[in-house]
């Protein structure tokens, strides 16, 4: 009667979800697929084109400025008020074109705050009236503004620019890392339901071969009626398990091509990773690539800039303004545009700007301390969150050598129970074991197989966490890049 009962292989792909047209997909191809397609990846994309161009926008401020700027024309035909000797006022026609043009360079100073600059003008008035045309010009001239005890910007930006520039390449990376371990979720999601279903399958078939043998014991008087129930009962359970794993596929499939932005054609058959057999992971090791590699290592040092540039600002803006500007170069007026630039007169001019608080009621000091207390506490908040990277860290490494040895342990199980329940599945019909122990041996069978599949997914989830944390390939022993 042994020849009656076809016992199925858990891993044959089952007609339900494999065919001709089935496209059968790795972890591995999946994540590639979400890493160049989900909207999570091109918002990645964004974010870091966005911290570039303001990258490039800052380093404009330190480059040399040329600008045209100019009136053309500056024409005019209208009624004015002219004062005249006695006091009393009359309106006189004008009727002229004041035109002017200038080219300008300014450079900034980032160590002092100053700014060079260079202008060259001409200027051209043309009244109507009177026909008559004047020329006005600087043919070169140059100067230097600077601002004397105050907050200096782009002193502070040059420290700070480049570290959030850093770290947002950093979060790039992570950004890519994050959806490797999202999409690792989803995967698994997808895998135990087809899983799942396949047990669900398997055992409906086996319950109907094993029924059809119980029914013909029955009939030769060797099982109760009992069991006959029992089984039919079985039956059932079998098909509303089918229907219900049929149910979760189907929501798991549209979980994971929501995510990956994958196009939904073919049915997909999703293969069992292997676990990665890397050497033990020494969390010192993961500590010191995670400070090299990871933003949040960046931002500790921004963070405590940030706070510093602060309390540099509030001291700066403590009321006193005080511009010290000096220029110098040539002018000239002229009735024709060629003498402007014969023999122009020099020009030169100081000014020395203030603007001194005498009384503000304590405003500079609460500024200043309360930039000193907000210092202080950022100070605190990077010590606190320092000890959570680091004890988040220690936590991962801990517990994917545990999900190692974990895995070991419930494939071995997995394999077990197989053999378990084949030989049970044998003795019932050779009429050696009761309907109980079978039923038994089937739950244990399945158990034992979705035990299996929950923990490959816990060691892939804690493989793309410890990636995630370091920004470390431990596989590949080298750090993670993407252009």
Known sequence: MTSILVFICFFMPHPSVASQDTIRLSLSQVIDSAKRNSIAAKQAVTVRETRYWEWRSFKADYQPQLALEGTLPGYNKSYTQVLQPDGTIIFQPIHNDNSSLALNFSQQIAATGGKIYGTTQLQRFNDFDRNNVLYNGIPYGIGYTQPILQFIKLKWDKKIEPLKLNESKQSYIEAQEKIALVVTGYYFDLLLAQVNLQIAETNLKNTLKILTIAELKFELGKVAKNEILQLKLEQLNAEKAVGTAKRDMEIATLNLYSYTAMESGSPVVLQM???????????????????????????????????????????????????LKVNAGFSNAAGSVFDIYRSPKAQQSVQMQLSIPILDWGRSKSRTKTAEANAQFVTYAVEQDKQ????????????????????????????????????????????????????????????????????????????????????????????????
């Open 388 to 483: 959570i990277f680091k004890q988040e860290i220690i936590t991962q490494v801990t517990l994917i050598n545990m999900m190692k040895d974990q895995l070991v342990l419930t494939a071995r199980a997995e394999n077990i129970a197989a053999e378990k329940y084949k030989i049970a599945s044998e003795r019932y019909v050779l009429g050696n074991l009761g309907i109980t122990e079978l039923s038994i041996a089937f739950q244990e069978n399945d158990r034992a197989k979705r035990d299996y599949v929950a923990s490959l997914r816990d060691f892939w989830e804690a493989y793309y966490q410890l990636r995630y944390l370091s920004l470390y390939d431990f596989e590949k022993n080298e750090k993670i890049i993407y252009k």
């Open 273 to 323: 990773p292997e676990a990665i057999n890397f050497m033990q992971v020494a969390a010192e090791r993961v500590l010191e690539e995670a400070y090299a590699n990871r933003s949040d290592a960046i931002a500790f040092v921004r963070r405590i800039a940030e706070a510093n540039r602060d309390i540099a600002k509030a001291k700066g803006e403590n009321g006193l303004i005080a511009n």
